[in-house]
């Protein structure tokens, strides 16, 4: 569709329209009906391009809305710890897929617990019927299975192990793979994780992730105007894919301190 | 701005209101895509006030908001990009490309209103083109604001202005029915 020769008309005539033109070469222009002619038609370009159906006045409003529930968190940092839920009445995407991971996770962790604990009864119960000579076994066996179902609950509910984090993680190892990452994210891949908090939507409020609270509680330390789009293991460390808003830069940070690991360019 | 930027929420809510508009515009023609776009646009207003301490007024507020506006636009692209029709490239052997990036296909509806007509015509652009061209007729910033927001020399933008509009032109003027389908298929910028 682009034509790589393009008339010099062509150019002359973009220029003029913009008023890019010295005034000899505008004079110039003015004059030739081609260049002219080509105005006429850039024209209309600009005119069918630049009218833009109006926005729905609640689409504009709740994107407003959200700047400025977005400027109440920052501005009251202090209120925003005391109180969160009031703090802000539309949550950063961020925040709300971690919130969400937890409460599964959380959920998980009760039930194994829960489960666990039944067990343990369970077996106690039937011991006490079985047997009054027999005084530890029973119990000692069923101490082990508590553990390793605690274990599984912590890792899922807020203290994961360095293994079972790492082990899921999608690996990078170089910039080129945290582009490919980005752009596997971008292709929806992990879209459902990473997909913004859409505009007119009414988002509940919720407290913001607390450094003590989830697998995630890192995440705090991440910059306002960075982008999570996803959790890696970078050569070994675990770590946060992030994007940059401002620049598109991409950049793997440390996930225990956001310290950057590397940093790419927008793929 | 420096009431906003001095925590004044009202002057930020003016402020905000006074740009969304256009911002949303940029993000409208970039994304080609109303849900996208409004995803864009409040996307980049939050950037806007998150990153309100950093506009040091070296340019002017509406080159900084669309810049930021044509980076949440192209994030929302790169997310959304399993609905979106990639129409360029150099991959000459990608039939399925080939097919959908055919600049009549698009175009060939009849009854076809000026605005699906400029959506379609922008879809057959690379973002190399498509950007400078809406920077400049949508959010009216100049070459050298142009330039500044996509860090690319000022002739670059020249020349990618023009060859974007002649590209549009012929795009429109094909819907119209007033010349035939340009069978060439879309290229990158040089």
């Known amino acids: 569709m682009i034509n790589e020769d393009l008339p ?25 009906p081609e260049i002219m002619a080509t105005v006429e038609s850039f024209t209309r370009v600009r005119a069918v391009l630049s009218d833009v159906e109006p926005v729905a006045d609640g689409t504009k409003a709740s994107a407003i809305a959200a700047a400025l529930a977005e ?63 027999a005084t530890q076994p029973p119990a000692a066996e069923a101490l082990p ?18 293994q079972s984090s790492e082990a899921s993680l999608p690996t990078v190892d170089s910039p080129a793979e945290l582009q490919e990452f980005a752009a596997s994210a971008a292709s929806g891949d992990l879209a459902a994780a990473t997909s913004p908090a859409r505009a007119g939507t009414a988002a509940p409020a919720v407290a913001q992730p607390s450094p003590s609270d989830g697998p995630f509680s890192q995440a705090a330390c991440i910059n306002s105007d960075q982008v999570v789009l996803g959790d890696i293991s ?32 927008a793929p | 701005m420096t009431a906003a930027q001095g925590g004044d929420r009202g002057a930020l809510d003016q402020l905000l209101r006074r740009h969304y508009d256009r911002v949303h515009a940029v993000c409208r023609r970039i994304t080609g ?15 806007m006030v998150r990153n309100l301490d950093r506009f040091d007024g070296r340019s002017s507020f509406g080159t900084w908001a669309y810049r930021i506006a044509t980076n949440a636009s192209l994030d929302e692209l790169r997310r959304r990009k399993r609905r979106a029709i990639p129409i360029s490239g150099d991959d000459e052997g990608d039939h399925h490309h080939q ?33 400078p061209v809406v920077l400049r007729d949508v959010a009216d910033l100049d070459y050298a604001e142009i330039a ?13 202005i023009a060859r974007g509009r002649a590209a549009l032109a012929q795009a429109l003027s094909t819907q119209a029915g007033n010349q035939t389908p340009d069978p060439e298929r879309p290229s990158r910028a040089p």
């Open chain 1, 8 to 32: 010099h008309s062509a150019e002359s005539a973009s220029a003029f329209l913009d008023g890019e033109l010295a005034a000899s070469e505008r004079a110039a222009a003015g004059a030739d």
């Open chain 1, 71 to 133: 400027f109440n968190v920052l501005r009251a940092p202090a209120s925003r710890t005391a109180t969160p839920a009031a703090a802000a009445t539309v949550i950063s995407l961020q925040s709300r897929r971690l919130r969400v991971y937890r409460v599964v996770m959380g959920v998980a962790a009760a039930a194994v617990v829960v489960v666990a604990i039944a067990a343990l009864g369970s077996i106690r119960g039937e011991d006490a019927k079985s047997s009054s000579s």
């Open chain 1, 145 to 162: 299975q508590l553990k390793v179902a605690a274990t599984a609950a912590a890792a899922a509910g807020g203290a994961p192990s360095a």
């Open chain 1, 234 to 265: 970078y050569q070994g460390t675990p770590a946060y894919a992030v994007r940059n808003i401002t620049t598109g830069a991409l950049q793997a940070l440390d996930a225990t301190d956001c310290h950057v690991l590397v940093e790419a360019p």
């Open chain 2, 33 to 47: 895509h109303d849900a996208d776009a409004a995803d864009a646009a409040q996307d980049a207003m939050i950037a």
């Open chain 2, 99 to 131: 097919e959908i990036a055919d600049p009549a296909s698009g175009l060939r509806i009849d009854a076809i209103g000026d605005h699906l007509a400029i959506d379609a015509a922008l879809r057959l652009l690379s973002d190399d083109y498509r950007l």
């Open chain 2, 148 to 160: 500044s927001v996509l860090d690319i020399p000022v002739g670059t933008v020249k020349s990618r």
